[in-house]
């Protein structure tokens, strides 16, 4: 499957962005979807995650309340809605698809097992 991620930009912090995964090749409906990010000197964390059988949806602390995970099946795409950011939250946004969840959502928060990655989009937020 391929992923491509867009709406990344600057904004003032205290504002939105919704960021968004479009798939294309093989059956969307049946991968689950995480949103991560990597900030320059730093690992890539996985921020939200979306199950595509049971629901099950993954919030890090970091953005729990403030990002929204959601997914439309019929337009092959996941958002990332992103309220209340702050600087802290400037970095490269990546979404990455496997067929299982658990290799997206890990207790260890290794990425190593995720099958598919975008490429990054840049958001910035200035104070």
């Known amino acids: 499957v391929q992923l491509q991620a867009c709406g990344g930009g600057l904004v003032q912090a205290g504002g939105s962005l919704r960021l968004s995964c479009a798939a294309s090749?093989?059956?969307?409906?049946?991968?689950?979807i995480g949103w991560f990010r990597q900030a320059p000197g730093k690992e890539r964390e996985l921020l939200a995650a979306?199950?595509?059988?049971?629901?099950?949806?993954y919030y890090a602390d970091s953005v729990k309340g403030r990002f929204t995970i959601s997914r439309d099946n019929a337009r092959n795409t996941v958002y990332l809605q992103m309220n209340s950011l702050i600087p802290e939250d400037t970095a490269d946004y990546y979404c990455a698809a496997d067929s299982l969840y658990g290799h997206i959502v890990t207790r260890t928060g290794s990425i190593a097992l995720v099958d598919y990655w975008g490429k990054g989009t840049l958001v910035t937020v200035s104070s």
């Open positions: 090749g093989r059956t969307f409906s049946r991968y689950a």
């Open positions: 979306i199950s595509w059988s049971d629901g099950s949806i």
